[in-house]
């Protein structure tokens, strides 16, 4: 009991400490976060008016984001993290029109799921920084919620240039320790943290290779209802 007891207050600390954390970074990156919010909507409306509504599409899906951290609360339903994800896929499709494509595969019954927010956009922008194949036509991102007994995964799979296996395994090994040293996937690394200060230890992010290429990262959280 007094294991248990000591593993909940370490759990619970330490959440408050990430939290703490995460809210002084987000306070010192923002210079007037509701500012740019305004004038992305200003920008926005210009170009519609002008006719260029893929401009317009590409400020919406913006400032979709930008509102959301700044309004939304720690935890969201599934339903909206795939929504965020989902905008953020949209500004790459623009961006790069012809040669990349997305699905999302999320049974309806999971959609209200809260979990805490935004563990899928880092993992995704990943992929563009260091996956995506600019010289092809046929780059794909396939994400796929299922669950699990009282366990819900998030499979992002890419078609990517993908790691070599070395680097998946040092990769896992530092993600399972929680113990980064040198990396350039401060994305993937915030949101293992994040997740095993909230759900414990045995939650988090892990690594696989694609099939054929690219890579396939697993998101594995618990199960709450409510924060």
Request: contains cysteine; hydrophobic residues 35%.
């Amino acid at each position: 009991m007094c294991r248990k007891l000591d593993a909940y207050i370490q759990k619970s600390y330490l959440a408050e400490i990430e939290k703490k954390n995460a809210q002084l970074q987000a306070l010192q990156s923002q210079i007037n976060p509701h500012f740019l919010y305004n004038t992305l909507e200003a920008i926005r409306m210009k170009a519609i008016c002008n006719g260029d509504r893929d401009v317009g599409k590409m400020l919406y899906s913006m400032s979709v984001l930008f509102r959301s951290q700044l309004k939304d609360a720690d935890w969201i339903t599934i339903g909206q993290e795939l929504d965020y994800c989902k905008q953020y896929l949209e500004l790459f499709e623009y961006r790069y029109n012809g040669i990349f494509t997305y699905e999302i595969d999320c049974p309806v019954e999971l959609l209200g799921i809260k979990v805490i927010k935004f563990i899928l956009q880092p993992i995704v922008e990943n992929y563009f920084v260091h996956g995506i194949r600019r010289q092809d036509q046929d780059n794909r991102i396939f994400l796929k919620v299922r669950q699990k007994e009282e366990e819900i995964f998030f499979q992002i799979t890419d078609n990517g240039i993908g790691i070599a296996d070395s680097a998946v395994q040092k990769k896992n090994q530092e993600l399972e320790q929680n113990d980064y040293r040198e990396t350039q996937s401060v994305g993937i690394e915030n949101v293992n943290r994040r997740i095993k200060s909230v759900y414990g230890n045995e939650y988090g992010v892990t690594l696989y290779h694609g099939e054929g290429r690219g890579l396939s990262v697993m998101i594995r959280v618990g199960m709450e209802k409510s924060e």
